[in-house]
């Protein structure tokens, strides 16, 4: 318990929680997350080794489901399957917000991409008590259950095709993979049909969407692209800021962006293009 200062109350303790994933330990960031940790009056009570299983990832992230986002389930599966993780209770005064503060800061320093952000925290305490209870409960001296009031599931986000009907998506994420690890790939945008306009469709990061949806979208907009190609520019746009999706004559172009609204995009338009060097 917090000693009071100068007659003042202790502040009492809360507990919560973070998950290293196994970037963060490959990457030796232990003990940077372990400092930070402790410059926020926090302290590690309990911290175990886990290897995440493709079951615990849909329990974790009950946002997603199968059918819907079965691309950013293999990406996640891809991630957090295939090497331990180590979970650690956290205790102190304001933890589950302190946790939040350590995550980003964690993140802001050593995260690399959208599958190598290296920490994970819950965002909702409902989420908090679900997601702590599934990875400690089985510690004796974490098995306290996390309880909250707010509700336990996350809202489902904007589902997509289900890319498993049309791809070998476990193929995929390991041929993408090696580009991903920093800021996703340029790929560069899909040529239409019709001649050089000087104009492109562009991309930019929606926070409404979620990869599947996004790909989605594009798969119809962007005739013949396949997915490897609206996989890489749903990614790069997401985590650098916007991107060009596609060049061509302007009845393509306008087709191409009144497909992608007819599927909710919002955070796109017709502007200017610029070749980027680094496309592949």
Not at 244 to 258: I, K, N, Q, T, Y
Request: glycine share 10%.
């Amino acid at each position: 318990m917090p000693v009071p200062r100068a007659g003042l109350p202790a502040v009492p303790a809360e507990r919560a929680f973070l998950l290293l994933k196994p970037d963060c330990l490959r990457l030796g960031l232990s003990g940077f997350v372990e400092r930070a940790v402790e410059a926020a009056g926090l302290r590690v009570v309990c911290r175990h080794r886990v290897s995440l299983s493709p079951g615990d990832v849909r329990h974790l992230w009950s946002e997603y489901d199968d059918a819907g986002h079965s691309l950013a389930l293999a990406f996640l599966d891809r991630y957090l399957t295939g090497e331990p993780s180590e979970v650690w209770q956290l205790a102190g005064p304001d933890a589950f917000e302190a946790a939040r503060l350590i995550k980003r800061e964690v993140r802001s320093r050593h995260a690399a991409g959208p599958f190598a952000n290296v920490v994970h925290g819950a965002q909702r305490r409902g989420e908090l008590a679900r997601q702590a209870n599934h990875l400690l409960g089985r510690c004796g001296a974490c098995a306290a259950p996390f309880v909250s009031d707010e509700p336990a599931l996350d809202p489902p986000r904007p589902p997509g095709l289900d890319f498993r009907q049309h791809a070998d998506l476990a193929a995929l994420v390991d041929e993408l993979w090696p580009l991903l690890q920093d800021v996703p790939a340029d790929p560069g945008p899909v040529r239409l049909d019709g001649g050089d306009t000087g104009r492109a469709i562009h991309l930019g990061p929606d926070r409404e969407h979620t990869l599947d949806s996004t790909v989605t979208a594009l798969w119809h907009a962007l005739p013949g692209a396949g997915l490897r190609h609206p996989v890489l520019l749903a990614l790069h746009a997401g985590y650098s800021g916007g991107t060009p999706v596609a060049v061509g004559g302007r009845r393509a172009l306008r087709a191409c962006l009144r497909t992608l609204r007819e599927h909710g995009i919002r955070n796109c338009g017709e502007g200017p293009y610029r070749p980027a060097v680094s496309a592949i």
